[in-house]
């Protein structure tokens, strides 16, 4: 019996060991948020916090300390208890996710004092550098890809800095500040993100931009904003707290936007959009191409990077550039070297002469779609492994069907990596398209079973990065 109790005591403690280790990781993803972690906790997946599908946390200083705090507490409860040891896990494992709760609630407050402190030295040593243009980029997404777009261009004429990766908060911003700044670079390249009104002005007040962008503005993160129009409000505080030259960069192809511009002109701003004319726009998995004309100039630009849609990524980054100084035909040469971002429409070989597209950046239903018409260019079967969409708030049944009805015209096959918003998606897919909720390890055999030459795979949302992380092994 002892030898019985000792067994199940052993698997009880790694179940408890690896969900913390679940939870830690999942409290990154979310960061360390308690509002994006209830809405989490809302759906079907996050229903089953107790049974969570085991993730590995980054190494990074608040996963390891959120980690640490919950061993030593559980080890101390476990240890002092004189309850029976198998009773004594199972108040531990009932306790595990509240009590990692509780450690990221006691562990924020001191951080926050500490990041007010890091941001007030940014914002000291960026007052102290020489006169320097600042470009601030926003929007619901395409902000990360404009922002990498305009560095390079600008940096063929100017010591440029830019943000790192997708980092995009007040924090962020003053870790490369602080890092990377140097008394010789001339421009600053923002990229700023948001949950709610407010964020975005804080960073506009802390790098005082001249030139704003706004990329897009869709259903993303609306549990977070409520309305669309709290989102336009929050991505247009980047507008608001423009300095100097008050030049306002709009896609003027997203019908909010172009509200978002008449915004701007009643507020005094100089408002850009619609600068340019493209023709002979080609597409496919080698890049696109397209010939830009703004006035008498013409402009062929070819580059490595994936999907129609990024033709007005490279103009809001070629506006963004003639704002700062550069001709028409000096940014539109310099667009030339624009490459890829890492896992945003990134072409892979596959197994079994089949192709991978990574798109685990970010999921939204524009970029779902923009990333469905990539996988159009296949030419055999085509597969869609699919993580659901969080955050939508209203928009979220409707956004799945759209996103399924859509899927399923162009795919042979879907996995989804969970059964989050299924019923919804599922409405829009017709009995002939196969659709499978499936785990990582499923999936990598599913796709391992029927991969062939030719055959191409969107992997789309960070669960179905695990996925391809796994077939590539």
């Known amino acids: 019996m002892e030898v019985m109790i000792t067994l199940v005591s052993l698997i009880w403690g790694v179940r408890i060991f690896l969900n913390i280790l679940t939870y830690a990781q999942l409290w990154w993803v979310k960061e360390y948020r308690w509002d994006r972690m209830i809405i989490h906790l809302r759906t079907s997946q996050g229903k089953r916090f107790w049974w969570p599908q085991l993730r590995r946390p980054p190494i990074s200083p608040k996963s390891i300390l959120l980690v640490l705090l919950s061993f030593v507490f559980f ?189 701007a002109k009643r507020d005094g701003c100089n408002v850009w959009g619609g600068r340019f004319q493209t023709t002979d726009v080609k597409a496919g998995f080698d890049g696109i191409e397209f010939t830009c004309i703004y006035g008498n100039e013409k402009v062929t630009v070819k580059v490595p990077v994936i999907g129609a849609h990024q033709v007005h990524n490279i103009l809001l980054a070629v506006s963004g550039a003639m704002a700062a100084g550069m001709t028409f035909k000096d940014a539109a040469d310099a667009a030339r070297g624009i490459r890829p971002n890492p896992k945003s429409l990134c072409i892979m070989p596959g197994i079994n002469g089949s192709i991978y597209i990574n798109d685990t950046f970010n999921n939204n239903p524009d970029s779902a779609r923009a990333a469905l018409d990539v996988l159009r260019f296949g030419k055999a079967k085509k597969f869609l492994v699919f993580q659901p969409m969080i955050e939508l708030g209203t928009y979220a049944k409707e956004s799945h069907r759209l996103v399924g009805e859509y899927a399923s015209g162009i795919c042979d096959g879907i996995i989804l990596t969970n059964r989050n918003f299924y019923g919804d998606f599922m409405e829009g897919v017709p009995d002939t398209v196969n659709v499978s909720v499936l785990s990582s390890d499923k999936a990598v055999k599913f796709l391992k079973s029927n991969l062939g030459k030719g055959d191409a795979v969107l992997f789309k949302g960070k669960e179905a990065e695990h996925v391809l992380r796994t077939l590539c092994k």
């Open 75 to 263: 080890g101390y409860i476990i240890r002092i208890s004189g309850l029976p040891l198998l009773l004594r896990l199972a108040i531990v494992d009932l306790l595990s996710f509240p009590v990692t709760w509780i450690f990221v609630l006691i562990v924020n407050t001191p951080t926050k004092v500490y990041h007010k402190i890091f941001i007030a030295m940014a914002i000291k040593k960026l007052r102290s550098h020489k006169s320097m243009a600042v470009i601030g980029v926003t929007g619901s997404y395409g902000k990360t890809s404009v922002k990498d777009y305009l560095a390079t261009i600008l940096s063929s004429r100017f010591k440029t800095l830019k943000t790192e990766a997708s980092k995009n908060s007040p924090v962020a911003i003053a870790e490369v500040i602080l890092k990377s700044l140097k008394p010789e670079h001339e421009l600053f390249v923002v990229e700023m993100g948001a949950y709610k009104i407010g964020e975005i002005a804080e960073m506009a007040a802390m790098v005082k931009p001249q030139i704003g962008i706004i990329t897009a503005i869709n259903e993303q993160h609306q549990d977070l904003f409520g309305t669309l129009e709290n989102t336009m409000k929050a991505k247009y505080e980047l507008i608001a707290g423009l300095s100097g030259k008050r030049i306002a960069i709009m896609n003027m192809d997203d019908e909010r936007v172009r509200t978002m511009g008449e915004w």
